[in-house]
């Protein structure tokens, strides 16, 4: 998946249970409510340093039941909040 510059949601339930448990990580991580996050929200500026995203991505993988990075057969790095939902829209099992 190389390239993800057309952002299209096609499943709401997945995008609300990403910013559902994003809330979850920040606020564990420092008791605040996390940014707003838009499709065009950088990741490195959301608040979560690489722990928080490991742990916000196993938690996804416990809620959603899958993991889109290991499922991938192309390594993927999403820059942004959208190319994050679009990979795991694009990756969920069929």
Not at 6 to 30: H, M, W
Not at 55 to 84: C, M, W
């Amino acid at each position: 998946m190389n390239s993800q510059a057309a952002i299209v949601t096609t499943d709401p339930s997945i995008r609300n249970t990403i910013l559902a448990l994003y809330e979850e990580v920040v606020q564990g991580k420092d008791g605040a409510s996390g940014a707003p996050l838009t499709d065009d929200t950088v990741l490195l500026e959301s608040g979560l340093d690489s722990l928080g995203f490991a742990i916000l991505v196993a938690r996804l993988d416990e809620e959603l039941g899958y993991d889109p990075f290991s499922l991938s057969d192309d390594p993927y790095y999403p820059q942004t909040f959208g190319e994050f939902v679009t990979f795991y829209e694009s990756n969920r099992p069929s």
